[in-house]
Nanobody, 117 residues
């Protein structure tokens, strides 16, 4: 059974940094696309960043140049390095994984990130 567990969220001042981790159980190598999404209070969930098996990445416009997504297949873990954090980065951050072969999509439970201005 696939499980995604996020960690690393917390409270940080504007301008600070955090690194989120997403630990996956089972078949990490089979996740064709992995990504981070976030949801702020009263807003829809939005894409933060994605990374595919080959290593190519995409970023939401609001985080380009500040956030970096990466994955370590040996550790079954995906990361999101967040620098120069802003108050508008506040929200619950979710880990996502997609398997093409099964057409399945998985979500973690989310981790709260709060940036104080």
């Amino acid at each position: 059974q696939v499980q995604l567990v996020e960690s690393g969220g917390g409270l940080v001042q504007a301008g600070g940094s955090l690194r989120l981790s997403c630990a996956a159980s089972g078949m990490f190598f089979s996740f064709n696309v992995m990504g981070w999404y976030r949801q702020a209070p009263g807003k829809q969930r939005e894409l933060v960043a994605t990374i595919i098996t080959g290593g190519s990445t995409t970023y939401g416009d609001s985080v380009k140049g500040r956030f970096t997504i990466s994955r370590d297949n040996a550790k079954n873990t995906m990361y999101l390095q967040m620098n120069s954090l802003k108050a508008e980065d506040t929200g619950v951050y979710y880990c996502n994984a997609v398997q093409f072969v099964t057409s399945r999509e998985y979500w973690g439970q989310g981790t709260q990130v709060t940036v104080s201005s």
